[in-house]
């Protein structure tokens, strides 16, 4: 019988890494057992997440690792992406659910990928404040020193863009800041954060170092030169202001005189070497000139004071959050990256992409994910070094200031029973992967 079509992945290289992809907070509850963080903080005041709720318990991961740890082994992936939360491990013993899970992928036979910054600052730090940078870099040390003897693959940050933006910028996520341009102290802070990382991970004896950022291409509404001007600031703004200090070891033309501190200096540090740059990608986003007045898009209130707006990408199909499903986009970035930054763009890995979909018979979500597949192998085929793709996500979560109302999983949580329910996609990928080449 002829195999199906969505069910045989396109040919990469040698030892590409196929993994999934969750984070601390989103995932484990057990909060009596961890410091307070920001998002504690911030889902105590009502009505800053649409449902009302917190993640207290989310999925119970920190009591019910071994269950899915099993299936990440029932599913065949390579790799588990998890967060470590950093208000856990600075609690005596907070540490020691790591040990356990970690000891569990390696029995399992999957390869454990910390994410050492997964948005769930304490609630005793602060990015603006300089000082919170060398604090991470402590956290490295101790998480580091904990873990490096089974765990070879580090993430040092993830999505410091939308940390920036949606945290510090425009207050829709914690810590709920509404400084708009005079948040980019966080993005400095963050960067220099990342290259802390970097050497402490490596003082660690770390070999396979890299970073989670958040990348989309971004289209101009029209080809009218406000609206491409509008573009270009957006795309300097959420893809070169996070790219090029890591990757070049600059900030885009006129944006480092407004950071804090001795820049270049700070820049030597941030453009520490990297084994590969991780990205996440989810759409591409149009946009045109600012309109004048606030618009609300995507659940996030744009205020009219920016110098641009986003605008809706028409005909196509979105996903239950209303995200555009553009799988071309992928290969436009990528193959986008290699030629902006040449020989300076290490080996690439998408460390996120999924989707929100409902329903345990997702057959929506496999099409995404089949389509984002092959579109990261035209990237391949088109010259760019690609070596592991990540899902989002394993499990429904705790879905930031959507709370509970979005589901990114292969694998369905009743968020009342704690049930798992593996998915279509989730068997779908199984086969999948049972059968590659």
């Keep these: 019988m002829a195999t199906d079509r969505r069910t045989a992945l396109p040919p990469f290289p040698p030892g590409f890494l196929w993994g999934v992809s969750t984070s601390a907070h989103q995932i484990e509850g057990a909060a009596d057992r961890r410091d307070p963080s920001v998002w504690d903080e911030f889902t105590a ?23 899915d740890v099993a299936l990440l082994a029932g599913l065949g992936v390579d790799a588990y992406r998890f967060s470590v939360s950093w208000p856990r491990a600075n609690r005596p013993g907070g540490l020691d659910f790591y040990d356990r899970l970690v000891d569990e992928l390696c029995a399992a036979g999957v390869r454990p990928v910390p994410t050492l910054f997964h948005w769930d600052l304490p609630a005793s730090l602060d990015w603006l ?13 101790a998480v580091a020193d904990r873990l490096g003897d089974r765990v070879g693959t580090w993430i040092t940050l993830n999505e410091p863009a939308e940390h920036t933006l949606l945290g510090h910028a425009l207050g829709v996520h914690a810590p709920g800041r509404r400084l708009l ?14 290259g802390l990382a970097v050497r402490a991970l490596r003082a ?3 070999g396979d170092v890299g970073i989670a950022n958040s990348h989309g291409p971004t289209w101009p509404a029209s080809g009218d030169r406000p609206d491409v001007e509008a573009a270009d600031f957006y795309d300097l703004l959420l893809n070169r202001l996070f790219a090029e200090p890591v990757l070049l070891g600059a900030y885009p033309e006129g944006i480092g005189e407004l950071m804090p501190g001795d820049v ?25 000139a600012p309109q004048g007045t606030d618009i609300e898009f995507g659940g996030v209130r744009m205020p009219a004071e920016l110098p641009f ?13 209303g995200w555009p499903v553009v ?23 998408i460390t996120e992409n999924g989707c929100s979909y409902d329903g345990i018979d997702d057959q929506e979500r496999i099409a995404y994910l089949d389509a984002h597949i092959r579109a990261l192998h035209d990237a391949h085929t088109a010259g760019v070094d690609v070596r592991g793709y990540f899902v989002w996500s394993l499990l429904d979560n705790f879905e930031w200031a959507e709370g509970y109302a979005r589901r ?12 798992r329910t593996p998915k279509a996609s989730y068997a779908w990928l199984r086969e999948a992967l049972r059968t590659r080449g």
Excluded: M
Excluded at 309 to 321: K, L, Q, S, W, Y
């Design 204 to 206: 660690a004896g770390a």
């Design 129 to 141: 404040r300089r000082d919170t940078a060398a604090r991470f870099a402590d956290h490295v040390t």
């Design 309 to 321: 707006t986003v605008r809706e990408i028409a005909d196509r199909p979105v996903t239950d959050f």
């Design 45 to 67: 005041v009502p009505g800053r997440v649409k449902d009302g709720s917190t993640a207290a318990v989310a999925c119970d991961h920190y009591h019910r690792y071994r269950e």
């Design 408 to 419: 990114f999983g292969l694998v369905h949580v009743d968020f009342t029973t704690q049930q």
């Design 264 to 288: 270049a200096a700070d820049l030597e540090v941030i453009a520490e070497p990297l084994d590969w740059y991780g990205i996440n990608y989810y759409a591409p986003t149009r946009v045109g």
């Design 327 to 349: 799988p071309e986009a992928l290969t436009e970035l990528l193959t986008t990256f290699k030629a902006r930054y040449g020989d300076r763009l290490p080996p690439v890995v």
């Design 181 to 194: 341009f005079d948040a980019l102290p966080v993005a400095h802070h963050q960067l220099l954060a990342h």
